[in-house]
Structure formats: C-alpha cells, structure tokens
T-cell receptor, first 118, second 109 residues
Framework: GAVVSQHPSRVICKSGTSVKIECRSLDFQATTMFWYRQFPKKSLMLMATSNEGSKATYEQGVEKDKFLINHASLTLSTLTVTSAHPEDSSFYIC??????????????FGQGTRLTVV | GQNIDQPTEMTATEGAIVQINCTYQTSGFNGLFWYQQHAGEAPTFLSYNVLDGLEEKGRFSSFLSRSKGYSYLLLKELQMKDSASYLCAVYTGGFKTIFGAGTRLFVKA
C-alpha cells in the first residue's frame, strides 16, 4: 500500500526555537496533505490542509504565522513550528488521501512526530 | 455542527467479542472510517464503509446505518495486542475527515 513517511519521529527543542517536520509520500503523488495535532488521550484535531503549489488552509483557531506549512512538491509537505513554547508540545501527524478515481477510500498517515519543548 | 460520539473506554476479556459503537451528526457524509491507534503511534486503517450493512475483514467487522447515523466496529477472538484506541472518523467530502475522540480498549487475560 501507499506509504507516507514523516520525519523526525521525536524532537526536543528549546523554547523560542523553530522546528521543521517533513511529510513525504513515497510511492504516490499527494496534491493534498493534512496536518493533525493530538494531545494525550485525545483524538486527532485537524490543523491545516496543505495544497501543492498554493497556500495552506488553516482550521479556525490555528495560528498560520506560528505553524508554517509549505507544500513545494507533489511528494513533500513541511510543517514548521516557529518560536516554539512548552504548550506546543504534542504529537503531530500528517496524512495524505489515497485517491482512487473520484473517491477517497483511505487516508495514509505518517508515523507522527513527538515534539517536546523545554 | 459536527459531532462524533463513541465510548471513552471499554474493557473485554481475551478471546471474547467486543462491539464499539459510534454515532455521528455531520454536515456531510461520504463514508466512515475505523482506525486503530496504539499509544504513541500513528493510526492504522481498519475499515471504510460507504453503504449500509456489515463488512467483514478477518477478526474485524464494521457496520454502518446511514439513516441512523450509526456505526459499530466488532472485534472477535480478542487478543492482548488488540488493546489500543479505536477511532471512528467521518469523511464529509472535500478531503475533510472528522475524527471522534476514540475508544480505549483494554483486553485482559
């Protein structure tokens, strides 16, 4: 099946620094990718939709200047957490829809990135 | 609004059968996913229902009733490794998928 690779799997950074998370589709092209955030024992919350060649669409309440998304190619989307603070510590997951014809039948998830800001 | 409800936790015994329910009220509906997620890991795909009825896949089955806004995931012959969170998610269209909070399943010996 299709594979989405996310890197890094874990990162610890100092408060005030920026962290970049990469999400790659390995054997298919993804014009759209999704970025989710998940707090412990909570469900996935959609942060933004990344669109190749255009600006990302952010969900209500998500700061676009803090969570920078770039989708420069059909196989790579990046999420940069700028000026990270301890409250940004979370599990970040990307996913890409597997498009078969006009229907999405599955979303493929990256491995997730555990971000800890100290 | 968008609302997906599923129980927070369930406990079952190894070898038994467990049913995890999910009810939804969403502005659009194009299908319903079930995912399994172990702690600290990304979700893995279990099933996708578009039409009403039961779909069986090995030990796992998923049921959908669109008129009732209801689905369930049935796990048979439970194994210890089935202890995980199970996420119900509705694909509303336009590449939007809304996730429920998940049901944490504990399988005991």
């Amino acid at each position: 099946g299709a594979v989405v690779s996310q890197h890094p799997s874990r990162v610890i950074c100092k408060s005030g620094t920026s962290v970049k998370i990469e999400c790659r589709s390995l054997d298919f092209q993804a014009t759209t990718m999704f970025w989710y955030r998940q707090f412990p024992k909570k469900s996935l919350m959609l942060m933004a939709t990344s669109n190749e060649g255009s600006k990302a669409t952010y969900e209500q309440g998500v700061e676009k200047d803090k969570f920078l998304i770039n989708h420069a190619s059909l196989t790579l989307s990046t999420l940069t957490v700028t000026s990270a603070h301890p409250e940004d510590s979370s599990f970040y997951i990307c996913s890409a829809p597997n498009i078969q014809g006009a229907e999405d039948t599955e979303a493929f998830f990256g491995q997730g990135t555990r971000l800890t800001v100290v | 609004g968008q609302n997906i409800d599923q129980p927070t936790e369930m406990t079952a015994t190894e070898g038994a059968i467990v049913q995890i329910n999910c009810t939804y009220q969403t502005s659009g509906f194009n299908g319903l996913f079930w995912y399994q997620q172990h702690a600290g890991e990304a979700p893995t795909f279990l099933s996708y229902n578009v039409l009403d009825g039961l779909e069986e896949k090995g030990r796992f089955s998923s049921f959908l009733s669109r008129s009732k806004g209801y689905s369930y995931l049935l796990l048979k012959e439970l194994q210890m490794k089935d202890s995980a969170s199970y996420l119900c998610a509705v694909y509303t269209g336009g590449f939007k998928t809304i996730f429920g909070a998940g049901t944490r399943l504990f399988v005991k010996a």
